[in-house]
């Protein structure tokens, strides 16, 4: 029984392959010179072998790039599937296992983002369509603790709102964090796999939080959450002048230095309340319009401002002292973080569980995000629906640059 | 191979050079842009290498493993494997995989080793061929990494290779090659 893999498909396939992948490599303009090439040298219609493998690198070429400044899964806009991912390390790890657990991520990360299977992977067709995946790893306070590293004073559970929260542990906590996202749900169920599988013997699933946001989303077409609001409004410039407001700076750990923080809450939806509810209760609840996302105060878009100041014929406000928009605007200019939510529905038996996975990252949660927060636990109509049930706090790690391990600077 | 290279290797080996090192003039076989590599000092290359982490000490502990990942041979003239060598281990052997008489597949020693064409590859794979590492002297922990040295028959090449926890490869062994192996 011979090993070799030198079939007839091997021996046929390289260089058409590597004809067509540098074509597409750079950019969509090459895809189009890369399938001209491919059915030119035929002197015909594509045939179906060559259209297949056209099909097959524009899946390869929906790679992201890994390495960087940044962890990928931040800035870009969020795909359309997710997973989110707590792990506990497992009991009496030390200083050497969170690394070697960081080492093993680190390459399976890189492999699978690039539309390889990870080196142990014998199923490794289920990585070949990238569809755009990232993976970026967060660290909880444990982790910075076993290592050594100096812990910043908000890597830890945020402070109880008691007005709402009905944390549960199973949807809380957790020493790792992978956020996996993509544009196919098979692509984040086979990452979700090898990246638990690789490290088992280093840490145990805690929880996982499936989401989804809207697959056609773009000019026209919102993410909306499943109350059919506009979600993701007034997002702070964080690839311009806000940067500040989601990477650490020089105030924070060197080795978190161009890294981030992020909360996962789970909010769950009173979806048969909800239901209850007609438009106009709705739209007040919130203070936008349910269509266009715009303020109750005018507007076409979800980017119109807000006028907090406009009162009706009877002297109330039109967006109401307990509404959402309301509560949840910034006070202060720091009182804002990127949000990168997805819905969820899991069904338990026969009952839907459904709501809101909330993703906020920014460079120091309890400074930017635990203000608003602490408003919207105080007053917020949209309590009446909603009930956190989950929450969680992690340090995002910088990006791992050539050559590093993610988290390396935390060894140093 | 050399006169089309592959552009899927050389990714494959960019993003794998920070965890494998492959050892002696190994990197000569694949330079990173992409130009054929240079047959006279071309050596024989593991790539995506990698050995199943063991718990020596452990309640379910054993003092085997095996190597994993693609022989390449860049030269133009076929190459074999010959032996191999770990310091972590008392005992390598390369072995293959087969069907015993009751239809089971069980692993033994390869008579005459791993043959790898001219400008080809040969693929170790848990269930397949593979370079078994036994009498382990120490756990080789997920995460780490460790060297072996394969003989050839144009000389010795040492690879480092990752350590990687793996649910798989528990095929039965036979010490002794069957009659029928080769």
Known sequence: ?412 | MPHCPLLTRRVALTAAATLLTVGLAGCGSAPDDGTPADTASAVVTLEDGWVKAVDTAGSDSTRMTALFGTLRNPTDDEVTVESAGCPAAGRVELHEVVPNDSGEMQMQPKAGGFVIPAGGEHVLQPGGDHIMLMDLRESLDNGTQTTITLSTSIGDVDVTVPVRTFGGGEESYVPEPSPTSS
């Open chain 1, 1 to 412: 029984m011979s090993g070799s893999v030198d079939g007839p498909a091997a021996a046929a396939g390289p260089c058409r392959r590597t004809v067509i992948l540098t074509g597409l490599l750079g950019a969509g303009a090459g895809a189009v010179t890369g399938a001209g090439a491919a059915t030119a040298a035929d002197g015909g219609p594509p045939t179906d072998a060559a259209a297949q493998e056209l099909r097959l690198a524009g899946a390869r070429a929906t790679a992201r790039p890994f390495r960087g400044t940044h962890q990928a899964g931040i800035l870009e806009p969020p795909q359309p599937h997710a997973m989110f991912v707590a792990f506990d390390l497992t009991e009496g790890s030390d200083r050497d296992a969170v690394r070697r657990l960081l080492t093993v991520w680190t390459d399976d990360i890189e492999r699978l983002m690039a539309g390889r299977g990870t080196l142990t992977d014998l199923e490794h067709e289920l990585a070949a369509v990238a569809a755009s995946l990232t993976v970026t790893v967060g660290v909880g306070p444990e982790v910075v603790e076993l290592v050594g590293a100096a812990k910043p004073p908000w890597l830890a559970p945020l402070p109880a709102f008691p007005q709402v929260d009905e944390l549960r542990d199973e949807w809380s906590h957790g020493d790792l964090m992978l956020q996996i996202c993509a544009d196919s749900p098979t692509t984040v169920a086979h990452a979700q796999r090898r990246l638990t599988t690789s490290v088992a013997d280093l840490a145990t699933v805690r929880w996982v939080q499936r989401g989804f946001r809207e697959p056609f989303e773009g000019p026209g077409i919102p993410m909306r959450n499943l109350f059919g609001q506009v979600d993701g409004t007034e997002q702070p410039d964080v690839a311009g002048v806000d940067s500040g407001l989601l990477w650490v700076g020089d105030d924070g750990p060197a080795w978190l230095h161009r890294g981030s923080s992020v909360v996962v809450r789970r909010i769950a939806m009173r979806l048969d309340e909800w239901d209850r509810v007609d438009r106009a209760s709705r739209e007040n609840a919130i203070g936008r319009r349910l269509d266009t996302g715009a303020p109750v105060t005018g507007g076409d878009t979800a980017e119109s401002p807000a006028d907090l100041d406009a009162t009706d014929d009877l002297g109330f406000h039109v967006i109401d002292d307990a509404a959402h928009l309301r509560r949840a605007h910034a006070s202060a200019p720091h009182e804002r973080f990127l949000r990168r939510p997805y819905s969820y529905d899991d069904a338990e038996g026969g009952t839907m569980r459904s709501g809101l996975v909330f993703v906020a990252y920014q460079a120091d949660p309890v400074r930017q995000f635990v203000p608003v927060q602490s408003r919207l636990a105080e007053a917020d109509l949209l309590n009446l629906w909603t009930v956190p049930v989950g929450s969680a706090v992690f340090a995002v790690l910088p990006g791992a640059r050539d050559g590093e391990i993610l988290g390396q600077a935390m060894f140093a």
